[in-house]
């Protein structure tokens, strides 16, 4: 057993973990964020994606004691203070930026992520960053519009889906 | 996946000890290969050893002589944002994988791997890149000895890469796009000495290097210049997604666009 210690969503966490627990059975099986979805668990699809250190990453393919000391940010840690959704969240749901729900968590931290190194990115840079992120009901129409509009540009010409 | 124990040193030489300790010991780069590997149960390591929380094995810098060295723990997106001083290199490291991969992988990692259709291999055997390790320095053109072997000992663990910056180079590739590795790619770099083309996801041996293409390049720089040759898909892979005529053809045509796009 490892002795691991993190930050996850601004909360100090700490555990033991055997070396094989994936930063994502931590998340969902000890700290019970179950947030972070488990989609194909072989870092294809890119629905266990939060952030550490500010980066994202696929938490299926990372151990939790890889994690130790790290800054942990998970789809729990999105909202805003007073519990309200935060733009990409919000544009999701104004744009229906999803179908049956499964691949949005790691839909919205990998926007985030891409909105925090380009604040106005192009539909076809929108498009590039997503090639990790997996929707199996193919809405990828409206997420990428979502995007678009949580990054303050005009969607009202694209149409919907 | 089987138990085993995670040690995270933070010192090259404690990691070396930790490797050395048991022959069950196996390093752990960013884990993009290995962590899926462990999950199939394809791989029973007792413990693993991250070199992911070394300082001294990261980043990206230029050495006295010109170089870009790497550290062997540095993730495909600080390459991807740091060698600018080696666009092709950088530009490679860009199209890796996916963003999320390409924050966890690491160039140490994907060269000590060695998979045949990996995208590094390339660049190190078409640069002429010295593979730094904790024991050696090691040539390119004698480190890469066929599909997932490499002329690394057992407990060795690489450092630092060294790339010689050429005067003009560029990779390209071609997708398979379910698994993001190259289908086929060509890296092709000109130096004053003469030209250097290797070629990664085609050959039954890994990455290799495209000697005919290499002379008729060095006395003359353009896509052109390969037009007559012929390389034979003969020891080529050949699988579901393409047969060895199909990659081989793919690497005569992925060649003369490097060489046109880097000219």
Redesign the interface.
């Given at each position: 057993m490892?002795q691991v210690s993190m930050t996850v969503n601004g909360k100090t966490v700490s555990g033991e973990v055997?070396?094989?627990i994936?930063l994502s059975d931590y998340l969902r099986e000890d700290l019970r964020l179950t947030g972070t979805h488990i989609g194909c668990?072989?870092?294809q699809c890119?629905a266990c994606?939060v952030h550490?250190d500010g980066?994202?990453?696929?938490a299926c393919?990372?151990?939790a004691?890889?994690a130790?000391g790290a800054e942990v940010t998970t789809i729990e840690g999105m909202a805003n203070p007073d519990g309200s959704l935060n733009t990409i969240q919000q544009a999701f749901q104004d744009h229906h930026g999803l179908q049956c729900g499964f691949c949005t968590p790691g839909m919205v931290m990998?926007a985030a992520?891409?909105l925090e190194e380009n604040a106005k990115p192009t539909e076809a840079e929108i498009r590039d960053?997503l090639?990790?992120?997996i929707c199996r009901c193919t809405g990828y129409h409206n997420i990428v519009k979502a995007i678009m509009a949580a990054s303050g540009q005009d969607v009202s010409a694209i149409a919907g889906e | 996946?089987?138990?085993?124990?995670?040690e995270?040193p933070t010192r090259i030489a404690d990691a070396v000890k930790l490797l050395s300790d048991s022959s069950e010991s196996q390093p752990l780069g960013g884990?993009?290969t290995l962590?899926?590997t462990?999950?199939q149960r394809l791989a029973m390591p007792e413990?693993?050893v991250?070199l992911?929380?070394i300082p001294e094995m990261q980043g990206v810098c230029l050495s006295d002589d010109g170089a870009l060295c790497i550290g062997g723990a540095t993730t495909h997106?600080t390459v991807a944002a740091e060698a600018g001083a080696y666009p092709a290199l950088a530009a490679l490291a860009a199209n890796i994988?996916?963003?999320?991969?390409r924050?966890?992988g690491t160039i140490g990692g994907s060269l000590a791997n060695n998979d045949p259709s990996a995208c590094y291999p390339a660049a190190a055997l078409g640069s002429g890149a010295t593979i730094i390790t904790n024991t050696r320095e090691i040539a390119a053109d004698d480190y890469f000895q066929g599909m997932f072997t490499t002329a690394l000992d057992d407990g060795e663990i690489i450092t630092e890469l060294r790339f010689p910056v050429s005067e003009a180079a560029n990779y390209q590739k071609f997708d398979q796009p379910a698994s993001?590795f190259a289908l086929t790619g060509v890296f092709v770099a000109k130096f004053a000495d003469g030209v250097r083309v290797a070629i990664t996801g085609a050959s039954e041996e890994g990455v290799i290097r495209w000697s005919e293409a290499e002379e008729a390049l060095s006395k003359d720089f353009s896509a052109d210049a390969i037009s007559g040759l012929d390389l034979s898909g003969d020891g080529m892979i050949s699988d579901l997604h393409g047969s060895g005529d199909y990659r081989a053809h793919l690497a005569k045509v992925l060649t003369g666009r490097a060489v046109s796009a880097a000219a």
């Amino acid at each position: 057993m490892t002795q691991v210690s993190m930050t996850v969503n601004g909360k100090t966490v700490s555990g033991e973990v055997e070396g094989r627990i994936l930063l994502s059975d931590y998340l969902r099986e000890d700290l019970r964020l179950t947030g972070t979805h488990i989609g194909c668990d072989t870092s294809q699809c890119g629905a266990c994606v939060v952030h550490v250190d500010g980066k994202a990453v696929k938490a299926c393919t990372m151990f939790a004691a890889e994690a130790e000391g790290a800054e942990v940010t998970t789809i729990e840690g999105m909202a805003n203070p007073d519990g309200s959704l935060n733009t990409i969240q919000q544009a999701f749901q104004d744009h229906h930026g999803l179908q049956c729900g499964f691949c949005t968590p790691g839909m919205v931290m990998s926007a985030a992520a891409l909105l925090e190194e380009n604040a106005k990115p192009t539909e076809a840079e929108i498009r590039d960053y997503l090639e990790g992120n997996i929707c199996r009901c193919t809405g990828y129409h409206n997420i990428v519009k979502a995007i678009m509009a949580a990054s303050g540009q005009d969607v009202s010409a694209i149409a919907g889906e | 996946m089987y138990a085993f124990d995670i040690e995270r040193p933070t010192r090259i030489a404690d990691a070396v000890k930790l490797l050395s300790d048991s022959s069950e010991s196996q390093p752990l780069g960013g884990g993009q290969t290995l962590i899926p590997t462990l999950k199939q149960r394809l791989a029973m390591p007792e413990r693993l050893v991250s070199l992911t929380a070394i300082p001294e094995m990261q980043g990206v810098c230029l050495s006295d002589d010109g170089a870009l060295c790497i550290g062997g723990a540095t993730t495909h997106a600080t390459v991807a944002a740091e060698a600018g001083a080696y666009p092709a290199l950088a530009a490679l490291a860009a199209n890796i994988g996916d963003p999320a991969v390409r924050n966890r992988g690491t160039i140490g990692g994907s060269l000590a791997n060695n998979d045949p259709s990996a995208c590094y291999p390339a660049a190190a055997l078409g640069s002429g890149a010295t593979i730094i390790t904790n024991t050696r320095e090691i040539a390119a053109d004698d480190y890469f000895q066929g599909m997932f072997t490499t002329a690394l000992d057992d407990g060795e663990i690489i450092t630092e890469l060294r790339f010689p910056v050429s005067e003009a180079a560029n990779y390209q590739k071609f997708d398979q796009p379910a698994s993001r590795f190259a289908l086929t790619g060509v890296f092709v770099a000109k130096f004053a000495d003469g030209v250097r083309v290797a070629i990664t996801g085609a050959s039954e041996e890994g990455v290799i290097r495209w000697s005919e293409a290499e002379e008729a390049l060095s006395k003359d720089f353009s896509a052109d210049a390969i037009s007559g040759l012929d390389l034979s898909g003969d020891g080529m892979i050949s699988d579901l997604h393409g047969s060895g005529d199909y990659r081989a053809h793919l690497a005569k045509v992925l060649t003369g666009r490097a060489v046109s796009a880097a000219a």
